[in-house]
């Protein structure tokens, strides 16, 4: 159908999850169409994924090297990718498309290792296209009421700020079990120097920093591997220093039993404090200092956005809404790219992308150190 | 794409929340091209509706008459059609397009009043196409699970059912301020003799019926009109006999500031109970009697679905994933029929349809009665 | 210690729970001495308690009468006298103390009968003593808030009350078990011709009264006895019409698995609701119309009242707390009523205990003609 | 009345919160007769709060010496003292107590620097008599049922510790208002080398200590005082490293509005984790990995707890009730130590009280040293 574009996708092969939520996070708000894809590493699961997922065959590459390259031949090619491989394969496969001015849409963390993330920079800089990471999470409705009411100063000066994404699923050695996504998660060639503080703590990091509208000035980590055998990093417990003036922690686990995708924030200021829950997120609690505590609802009463939800309060809506906001809005602006206009934006890119670096590297750096405080 | 099913709507122009919803839940996960439409009663909002969804103009229809006719004629013409017209129009419209083996795939509450049903359900009955009713609420996993549950007898004989769906939407007199649903919902001749018992006390019955897996058997129903000039009912007040022994009481309101769409169900049998609420419905608590509650996640420990779930858990799905999980069963039960099958389904159809308007008709007759036991 | 009330007791001794929370209750704020007592209609048993409990032997009574009479001689005789036997034995205790001038503390529901009710009342009536029934849930804090809202016209004109009292305790035939409670409540002799309507309907009747300031007109009762073998209800479903205009639903269960003591009230009226749970009774929410819920806590921002509260917000108070709040107030009133004053008072008394036994008659009468509505 | 312990009080008159407090929590079990102050250290303020009381005039003393030294040769003379004046008073007044065999109950932190406590402690040793410290939420009964689940072994191995207290009530100046508590907690000579940290802190890392029968070997602190023209903290975040091998993290604040006294513990292990809240402190939630998560209630399925709770599940019992324990157990203590016995308790003790002045005291070394790990 006109009008929507056309997005390919590397990685994300029948069985992977986040590629799954990619599409369907495309089609939530139908803005795109999915016509190509290199879904897998293993050039014969790359071509059945992509008949699976009905791929044109001739658009269902072996490889996202030679998908970029053709994609840009045709008249009719991607004008978007979304990048949903391991960390490691995040950088090469982005450069790849850059190159050609077809606009990347990539999962975070943003590389495996911050040299990779600096190249990778570049690639974006010396580009027209535009590069988007899903930090989606900063996409939920009343996050962006959150971040709306920090801005207006209805907390005042930011104090404290309290940050944790406590997960359990790595409770047990799974990763010696034969579960996939453990098991590259597990290895540091693939992940990096940090499995838990990339995977989940960069989310994290980027929540506190999209909130407050301050960025961590320096922290100090204390990262600890509880099952006997791993490699990585499985919980992480961080103390943060805001350039504006705020004070942090942040915890993050994935061996916290219970709790499943438990991102939670609070943001306190001097004139009040406010605290949203990833698991319930259609609610915002605002305390304001001195009267009885608020609870603002998507879309209702005291909800002031204007874009990012599709139902009325009451309905909810969660997880892939949250993900669709990300690319309707990575939409817009990629039809903006295409008149010239180059709107503003909240959208995470590759700044965001640096900084999540920035601090998986920082925290790896200050734990080394018995978590003495270093900069980012 | 190859293997989508093609898909028609009634009503749901641009501005309509009932038909971006059907339309959104089609697209959810991949099963359905939306691709003709009769998209309003006024011709002129039909077109302009339809060329913003992107119809092809010759499939964007200015009554369905013509839509059904023509379409029965094309090659690749519509398999099924939603139809999310106001109460009134569902049976003329489900007609014409079940007459001419398009399956119907039709908005709550079944019609407008009780002969009008009767006369549908004799349409169902002649004609080899299927008829889906939305009763989205049965969709999410968490109240599947609940209805397992309760059929597999984890909770013993069934003693207490308490269901209940309050709203605050007309608190005041929205329908005299312009506001369009308020307005036909108000309007008997749109929407049959009751509204609140209609619009939303048929969801939270049928809640119940499919949870329990008992019928209402007879009711005693007290209703009430509180805001000044309204034609309708806006508050609702039942108790209820089950045919399997079970007792009742069912509460729905449109009047009770706070409640944005608070449909909640709890059921108590002899060895245990079951709580569900829609606002955070990826929660289901069970109470084994003498040990401590559960708390039961989508896709969690003690999770027993397969189906109608797509991420995680921890990462809410809500409303469009229950809606999309009807259509995509629906889009099941499209291709069983198109190889010749007729699988088991959970999806509500006539029957369902049937009972709601059956238990909309009994409500309004035990009112007139003060209030009198009156059987379905 | 001088300025204290002289407290006795008739019932409630060792091993009875609800006498040993009216001598806490007592205790609560150091308003009364525990003095004398005829603590058991078993001679024996009385004096064995008496002396766990520190009586004076002389003070330890074998019977009520007795106690009464000697009582009302000495120089230092008690001054007030709880009552905490079974139901049918309130009436018959409380003449002896009222027509001595010594006043009541009477647990509840009032009686066993009606008529029994209405003796009582006479005896109240000649009697220039005080009578108090501790109705104990309309003392709780944010229960006196909730009431003040109502009062000073906050939710606007009230329409609707929902009320509920579910517990879990009587789910299997414990009477049949040796439970000794559960024996007299399931004995019509003692308890009278409900149970579960008598021993907590009552309560969840007289908070919907408390706090609309609205009386219960009339009602429409489906009462339900569910296990096996028992002689009273179990369960009961009712339909409220309030002389005010507002309409209820009340339910009260004593088999329905999870619930402990849920007590749970919901008040909606034209600008507003609120709501209350005795199970975190810290917590009034408040839903103004159109703006967001806000949450106010005992003693927090937005709590008006003045007194029956002792510790800072935050710190729970719960049962014995409020139960506390109903002896220190009759503290008050009988320092008052030795004074020749006859302030306002919030306690209930004679008229909230015939109410009481209205309502129970009145759930029986229309139960017995199919919950037809009856006038209270 | 015979059998109670008698009570002595220091600090806290009329209009005291904690004095009133332990009064109360004295009198809930009905175990002591509270029967001589030192009430204030202005004379004038001490008579009038010991008439207030209705002490016996010439048991209202002026100052503790003269309390100590006449209620030492009384033949009736206090048999224990509860201290509860500011924290630089706690040794001086112990010791004259200690010294003459007279049982301390202290309120905590238990002084107001490190060299202090230590004395104490001495002094403590030297003492035939006991020496109990408040800390009172190790006695509510679900923070007992948690220990007991950590002792037993059903969580495995610990692995992570979150725990928390934030408050709201310092979130501006007040000290510079006249608001006389906020006065004391902010002059170190009063209060000691930390508010924030000494006041609840010492509170938050005393249950984490109770509860996971491990004790802080090393910490890390950040340090704040955010509010300008304090002295002291009012902020504080801490990395806390396990004897046992647990790592955790420790927040407390006075200015997080929103927040009235929000203690908060989290317990992690290999096989499960457990949640428990100060502010509804009827529940505590048991996650066994790969089950759902069990709700377990004061006195309802699943709690084992013998002793510290005094009604049905269901019955709330809260802040005072759990203080009422430690004074309980302290009358069980004492009587045991008449009879020359030394039974186990679980009650803190000066142990206790000397392993949170450490905790002060390396939060603020370790914030001098910029967050550096110190030893306890």
Not at 35 to 57: H, I, K, Q
Request: negative net charge; aromatic residues 6%.
């Amino acid at each position: 159908m006109s009008g929507r574009i056309r997005l390919g996708m590397v990685g994300g092969g029948t069985g992977a999850f986040i590629g799954a939520v990619h599409r369907l996070a495309a089609r939530m708000d139908d803005r795109y169409d999915f016509v190509a894809g290199a879904l897998s590493s293993t050039p014969e699961r790359a071509r059945e994924s992509g008949a699976e997922l009905g791929l044109d065959p001739a658009r269902s590459y072996d490889d996202f090297t030679a998908m970029a390259k053709r994609e840009a031949r045709l008249k009719d090619g991607i004008q978007a990718v979304a990048i949903v491989t391991p960390n490691h394969m995040h950088a090469p496969a982005a450069r790849e498309f850059l190159k050609r001015g077809i606009h990347v849409i990539c999962d975070k963390p943003l590389t495996a290792t911050l040299p990779e993330a600096k190249k990778l920079a570049r690639a974006v800089e010396d580009s027209d296209a535009l590069f988007i990471l899903t930090h989606n999470y900063t996409a939920y409705p009343l996050v962006r009421q959150a971040r709306a009411m920090v801005a207006d100063g209805t907390l005042g000066e930011l104090r404290v700020v309290q940050v944790e994404y406590p997960q359990d699923w790595l409770t047990t050695p799974l990763e010696s079990e034969g579960q996939k996504q453990a098991e590259w998660r597990n290895d540091p060639a693939k992940t990096g120097a940090g499995n838990c503080v990339g995977d989940i703590g960069t989310h994290a990091h980027n929540l506190a920093e999209f909130i407050t509208g301050q960025r961590v000035e320096s922290l100090a980590a204390d990262m600890h591997t509880f099952v006997p055998g791993r490699l990585l990093d499985d919980n992480i417990h961080v103390m943060l220093r805001f350039d504006g003036g705020a004070r942090g922690m942040l915890w993050t686990s994935q061996v916290a039993p219970g709790n499943e995708n438990g991102l939670r924030i609070r943001v306190y200021g001097e004139n009040g404090g406010l605290e949203w829950a990833q698991e319930n997120p259609n609610v915002l609690t605002h305390s304001p200092y001195g009267e009885p505590p608020r609870t603002i609802t998507r879309a209702g009463p005291g909800f002031t956005q204007t874009t990012g939800t599709r139902v009325p309060p009451g309905h909810p809506e969660g997880y892939l809404e949250g993900f669709g906001n990300l690319y309707s809005e990575a939409a817009d602006l990629i039809e903006a790219h295409a008149r010239g206009e180059t709107p503003e934006t909240l959208l995470p890119g590759i700044e965001q992308g640096l900084r999540g670096m920035r601090f998986v590297d920082a925290c790896v750096r200050s734990n080394k150190r018995n978590a003495a405080w270093v900069t980012l």
